[in-house]
């Protein structure tokens, strides 16, 4: 295979199609921009759905992963290995929780959030099914488990019989949330930001809430920042910024930077709940996984990168909201840090195209909103050059509409 065309048709034959991609094949990154076979450069504003935070071929980054495969990759769980140790560590240590468990993925992430909570009720008191609630609108992920908590019946359908799958209620709504629990309540999970659902910030009050009630009744509360955690929203993990502590927090995405890995961290009501034969994985946790993942904590600190994400994410606001203000087909503007999201009054797939064309990468959250998760580490200048594409992408689309 020789050119694009031949890889994409390739592709199309040997792949399970789940996904519609783009005419591309990306060959190389660097900075904050992507270029694919033929050489076009792209700025990638997707970040691979908020994965690659420290963006592309980051030195120090790359130095550290070559460095763990020289030295070993893989160990399974029945062995201690010197990276997963020194990366639950930090990760103990900077949100204050308890225990780590790595996982390959965020969904898989989810699913020991689930177990762990389930498991506590159920040592409480073995008698009950127990059910969680979840909100309306939701993402966690795409296995059986995790689907069960998504607020979203077209994600559902065919894969999760209703009687799997969660009660279910509106974000940011606590009086009806408080209304659906029962003694068969074992724990309440929802988004910090829900992301898939088109980007929108809890309220500080429904958190506070969430908390409250989780302790009055016993439960467990359960954070999924898998998207908007690691720094995005301008703090290491999105519910210090409003003084919430989860009785459970499940990481992915920005964790390992493009290496594939997840995490559940316990607090001090659930460090137990799961004892050994409980849970397991072959490869959660390898040597790999986990240098990864220690070294970009060592990296966002060393970059001082939440700071510089509070700084830029001010500066795409208040751009979003002047772009907001300039075109009567954009609604609504939400989000805080580098997570950010602008809703339009119609589909906003052919703008998400139109930009591709011109070289810049978005993605959307939902069929109406255009979704901004850019690698941690863009600059103002980077934000100037995604806001000139996107004007001209919006003008030629609504000329086209």
């Known amino acids: 295979m020789n050119n694009m065309q031949e890889y994409m048709e390739t592709a199309e034959k040997v792949i399970l199609k789940t996904y519609n991609r783009f005419p591309m094949v990306l060959e190389k990154g660097e900075g904050v921009c992507l270029y694919d076979m033929e050489g076009k450069r792209y700025l990638d504003f997707g970040a691979g759905i908020a994965v690659s935070a420290l963006g592309y071929s980051n030195r120090e980054f790359k130095e550290a992963l070559k460095d763990q495969i020289d030295l070993l990759i893989h160990t399974s769980n029945l062995y201690y290995n010197k990276p997963a140790v020194e990366a639950a560590k930090k990760i103990t240590e900077a949100s204050g929780m308890e225990k780590v468990f790595f996982t390959n993925s965020g969904t898989e992430a989810i699913e020991g959030a689930l177990k762990a909570a389930r498991k506590y009720a159920y040592l409480k008191d073995p008698s009950k099914e127990y059910e969680f609630i979840a909100m309306d609108h939701s993402f966690h992920g795409?296995?059986?488990?995790?689907?069960?908590?998504?607020?979203?019946?077209?994600?559902?359908?065919?894969?999760?019989?209703?009687?799997?799958?969660?009660?279910?209620?509106?974000?940011?709504?606590?009086?009806?949330?408080?209304?659906?629990?029962?003694?068969?309540?074992?724990?309440?999970?929802?988004?910090?930001?829900?992301?898939?659902?088109?980007?929108?910030?809890?309220?500080?009050?429904?958190?506070?809430?969430?908390?409250?009630?989780?302790?009055?009744?016993?439960?467990?509360?359960?954070?999924?920042?898998?998207?908007?955690?690691?720094?995005?929203?301008?703090?290491?993990?999105?519910?210090?910024?409003?003084?919430?502590?989860?009785?459970?927090?499940?990481?992915?995405?920005?964790?390992?930077?493009?290496?594939?890995?997840?995490?559940?961290?316990?607090?001090?009501?659930?460090?137990?709940?799961?004892?050994?034969?409980?849970?397991?994985?072959?490869?959660?946790?390898?040597?790999?996984?986990?240098?990864?993942?220690?070294?970009?904590?060592?990296?966002?600190?060393?970059?001082?990168?939440?700071?510089?994400?509070k700084e830029v994410g001010d500066y795409l606001y208040d751009k979003l909201e002047e772009l907001k203000d300039s075109f009567p087909l954009i609604t609504d503007h939400r989000g805080m840090g580098l997570m950010q999201g602008l809703e339009f009054d119609l589909p906003v797939g052919p703008i998400v195209k139109e930009a591709l064309s011109r070289g810049l990468l978005l993605i959307s959250a939902g069929a109406n909103v255009i979704r901004f998760v850019p690698p941690l580490v863009i600059t103002e200048k980077d934000v100037d050059e995604m806001i000139s594409i996107l004007k001209e992408a919006i003008i030629e689309q609504s000329a086209v509409s």
Not at 171 to 193: A, K, M, P
Not at 302 to 307: D, E, I, T
């Open 142 to 309: 795409r296995s059986q488990g995790a689907l069960s908590v998504t607020g979203n019946a077209h994600y559902q359908e065919g894969f999760v019989p209703v009687g799997m799958r969660a009660v279910f209620a509106e974000f940011n709504n606590l009086e009806q949330v408080v209304s659906r629990i029962t003694d068969r309540t074992c724990g309440i999970i929802c988004e910090v930001v829900q992301g898939e659902g088109g980007i929108y910030p809890a309220d500080p009050a429904f958190l506070t809430g969430l908390r409250k009630i989780c302790d009055e009744k016993d439960i467990l509360l359960i954070f999924d920042e898998v998207q908007c955690g690691m720094g995005r929203c301008g703090s290491l993990f999105a519910h210090d910024l409003y003084g919430v502590k989860p009785d459970v927090m499940a990481l992915a995405k920005g964790l390992g930077c493009g290496v594939p890995v997840g995490a559940f961290v316990v607090g001090k009501k659930a460090d137990g709940a799961l004892v050994p034969g409980d849970h397991g994985t072959t490869y959660g946790g390898n040597p790999f996984a986990a240098a990864a993942v220690s070294k970009v904590f060592d990296l966002f600190e060393s970059m001082n990168l939440v700071s510089h994400v």
